[in-house]
């Protein structure tokens, strides 16, 4: 029943815009006057409907169609929440997969910096104490390193002190 009435409302839209674009009378499409009839009925059904849904025309509502509405508002209302939950849980979870891997890339940052550490302790000059390579590694902290951008020293963009040797430089870094 009412898959025949939503396709005879389909048939005299289609009709209706026909009928409106080329600007002929709706009697031309050879609708009976009952099918026209109850098709103008139903449309009429359906705008208040609509009407009803958007919070207008309430006043000539009963008891019983306030009740049907509100039961079908509460219905759309709900399904709407429960997709904006399933949303923000979503987001939740992608947040928390995105914090667990920054977790793991901060950590993995903090090993190489230690492998760097202790690489570099193995290759002080003699005489030269662990504490003075951290004192030169964090007075290096306040140099601008961005100044010189042709500058090709890897160490230097870490904060540590620079290798000229570049056969040490490279074996310390296939160590790593």
Known sequence: MIL????NFIKFYKISCLCINRGNILLSFQLDGGEYAMLIKEIAQKNRELRHMRGEDLQGLDLEELHT???LIDGSLRRLVEEKEDRIIKEINA???KGGQLEKDNQRLKQQEMSLLAGQRHLLE???SSD???TNISSMGSVDLHQDH?????????GLACYTDHFHANKFFQRS
């Open 126 to 128: 003699p005489g030269q």
């Open 69 to 71: 509405l509100e039961k």
């Open 4 to 7: 025949f009435q939503e396709s």
């Open 132 to 134: 003075s390579l951290g």
């Open 150 to 158: 042709d500058n090709s020293c890897a160490f230097l963009t870490l």
């Open 95 to 97: 947040l928390k997969t």
